[in-house]
Nanobody, 115 residues
Framework: QVQLVESVGGLVQAGGSLRLSCAVSRRGFSIRAMGWYRQAPGKQRDLVAIITSAGTTTYTDSVKGRFTISRDNAKNTVYLQMNSLKPEDTAVYYC?????????WGQGTQVTVSS
């Protein structure tokens, strides 16, 4: 059974920073893309950032220049460094990973940005 274990989010003031991490519990199989999605109350789950096994990154426009995604392939871990946080970044953040034929989700972690 594959599990994605996310770090705890938190409450931060606008302009502050927070770092999320997510580790794949099982070793020994090939993870392709890893990334983060978020879902605000009453809204759909949307992509925040994604990174391929080769290190190619994609960001949603609203976080470009503020968020940085990275990964440690040896540890099957993905990170999301969030700087200059805004109240509109408030959401539940979900870790994502995929391998050939399968996709996996974390349990979600709450990030709240106060104004």
């Amino acid at each position: 059974q594959v599990q994605l274990v996310e770090s705890v989010g938190g409450l931060v003031q606008a302009g502050g920073s927070l770092r999320l991490s997510c580790a794949v519990s099982r070793r020994g199989f090939s993870i392709r893309a890893m990334g983060w999605y978020r879902q605000a109350p009453g809204k759909q789950r949307d992509l925040v950032a994604i990174i391929t096994s080769a290190g190619t990154t994609t960001y949603t426009d609203s976080v470009k220049g503020r968020f940085t995604i990275s990964r440690d392939n040896a540890k099957n871990t993905v990170y999301l460094q969030m700087n200059s946080l805004k109240p509109e970044d408030t959401a539940v953040y979900y870790c994502y990973a995929d391998s050939v034929g399968n996709s996996y989700w974390g349990q979600g972690t709450q990030v709240t940005v106060s104004s």
